[in-house]
């Protein structure tokens, strides 16, 4: 799967690669077993545990100058820093600009915030 990510980024500065590849190592760390898909045509690579939309739990959107990582259902979140943005009804995204930001407490308690979301609206008590 490494290949494919890295194939998705290479359009995009090396600063961006960089820190996309950061905000990988930090979901794929947070949260074991989850399951990465690279969507080419939509340029994002997914992270949930099943092929289909609803086993979304967040995805890494590449931009000009940064990373976005966005939350499915995000607006059922805690955010009690303030992270998250977004006016739809239901996703929001962060905007990652630098390896810090990559390191925030916060941001690893929304990635587990999202997995117990998952778990109790998929019912799944693993």
Excluded: W
Excluded at 8 to 15: E, K, N
Excluded at 57 to 76: D, H
Excluded at 77 to 84: E, F, H, I, R, S
Excluded at 91 to 107: E, G, M, N, P, Y
């Amino acid at each position: 799967m490494k290949r494919e990510v890295n194939a998705l980024l290479l359009s995009y500065s090396p600063d961006v690669r960089s820190l996309a590849l950061k905000v990988r190592k930090l979901i794929l760390d947070v949260i074991p077993n989850i399951e990465e898909q690279v969507d080419t045509s939509a340029n994002i690579i997914g992270y949930g545990f099943g092929p289909g939309y609803a086993d979304l739990i967040c995805v890494i959107m590449p931009q000009k100058s940064g990373v976005n990582l966005g939350f499915y259902k995000g607006t059922q979140l805690p955010d009690p820093k303030g992270l998250l943005e977004g006016t739809g009804k239901l996703h929001r995204h962060i905007k990652l600009r630098t390896a810090t930001d990559v390191q925030s407490s916060a941001l690893k308690a929304l990635l587990k915030a999202a997995v117990a979301a998952y778990k109790k609206r998929t019912g799944d008590s693993a």
